[in-house]
């Protein structure tokens, strides 16, 4: 028989809500809207980290914003510049994607699959932009007035 800890039900339910409502924004900003492009798959996987264990290293605003940024730039130059096959470019910006995040100190664990959605969607450099850049920015947003000013946590750490 599973035993309910009250706590993890609470941290459980407050990091579902607003991951659902952050991707809620998102996903409004790109049906609803004239805007652009604001969601990429692995943003559904930032939410467990941004929500669920907000004080984690990789949940820190410049590891989301850097880390998601270094990898779909990977997967952009992959995809655009490297004329290999597909089951190739994939591991291979995968690799590189890893080894630039532990490089310059921006990891965020979910950027890690951005080289594969861009090389399978051949995305362009507008990529970057929309819904990369802007996605980011909002969810880090988003992330710091929810979890620092509604929820009162130490977020982002000093």
Known sequence: MIKLNIEIFKKALIAGFFSA???????????KSVLGLFLAGSFGSSMVLLFGFPES??????????????TTLVGV???????????????????????????????????????IMVIIGSASYDYLVFPMISGCCIIILLAIIIN???????YPLK
């Open 21 to 31: 409502f952050t991707i809620g924004v998102l996903t409004v900003l790109t049906y």
């Open 57 to 70: 290293q990789f949940a820190q605003p410049r590891n989301v914003f850097f880390g998601h940024l270094v």
């Open 77 to 115: 130059i992959f995809v655009n510049l490297i004329p290999l096959p597909i089951f190739i470019n994939i591991a291979i910006a995968v690799g590189a994607g890893v080894f630039f995040m532990i490089l310059l100190n921006v990891v965020h664990p979910p950027a890690g699959g951005n080289p």
């Open 148 to 154: 620092k000013y509604l929820l009162k946590k130490n």
